[in-house]
């Protein structure tokens, strides 16, 4: 079975914080994915990486970074934390294409005050 | 750009009934297509996909999903629902080498 893991499900923060999220999968997968969900929006890309140390942005990059220096690893940074940053961030990962079945962690529920 | 609908924020529904669930997408190329369900305070998993071949395509928990090129849609269904089905439902559809999500329905069955 493959197994996503993220190091947190809940998380507070305050404004200005910098945050990290981390990312862990077992399955050898090529791509991750890092996602947030947002009530009536569904799930919005925020970078992916095809492999060690290459990512690409995706639909919303702004005020987010991202860092894989391990295959199985892949951490979100949030440099300095705001308010509108509050929302449930999804790890996901895949084998290969964009035909394959993405594997999502469980998410983190991270809050900015 | 690709772009998923789905129609239905909620769709309710009291147990054994029939649903359906609907998405469209608004490309004219080949696709692949998904649908993923999310339990309470879960992650998505996988419920089907359509990569090619039969328009039919059976999924997990019992539904199923067909694939219509001429009106652009991909509607899940399932002919008798459980309490167990309570989720929330996400279409998702590429886009080069991205996956492209809906919105999502959040599915309430009631006894």
């Known amino acids: 079975d493959v197994k996503v893991t993220q190091s947190s499900r809940y998380l507070v923060k305050r404004t200005g914080e910098k945050v990290f999220l981390e990312c862990v999968q077992d399955?050898?997968?090529?791509?991750m994915f890092w996602y947030r969900q947002d009530p009536g929006l569904g799930l919005r890309l925020i970078y992916f990486?095809?492999?060690?140390?290459?990512?690409e942005k995706g639909d919303i990059p702004e005020g987010y970074s991202v860092s894989r220096e391990k295959k199985e690893r892949f951490s979100l940074i949030l440099e300095s934390a705001s308010t509108n940053q509050t929302s449930m961030y999804l790890c996901?990962?895949?084998?290969?294409?964009?035909?394959?079945?993405?594997?999502f962690g469980p998410g983190t529920r991270l809050t900015v005050l | 750009a690709q772009s998923v609908t789905q129609l239905d924020s909620q769709v309710p529904v009291f147990e054994e009934a029939p649903v359906e669930l609907r998405c469209n997408y608004s490309?004219?190329?080949?696709?692949?297509l998904f649908w993923y369900v999310q339990y309470p305070n879960q992650g998505l998993q996988l419920l089907l996909k359509?990569?090619?071949?039969?328009?039919l395509v059976k999924g997990i928990n019992g539904f199923d999903a067909e694939f219509n090129k001429s009106q652009t849609s991909f509607h899940l269904r399932k002919p008798s629902v459980h309490i167990s089905d309570t989720a929330e439902y996400f279409c998702?559809?590429?886009?080069?080498?991205?996956?492209?999500f809906g919105t999502g329905t959040r599915l309430q069955v009631f006894p």
């Open positions: 996901a990962s895949s084998p290969t294409g964009p035909a394959d079945t993405q594997y």
């Open positions: 399955m050898d997968h090529e791509n």
């Open positions: 990486s095809y492999d060690v140390k290459m990512k």
């Open positions: 490309s004219s190329v080949s696709v692949y």
């Open positions: 359509y990569l090619s071949g039969s328009t």
């Open positions: 998702a559809v590429t886009y080069t080498d991205k996956l492209i």
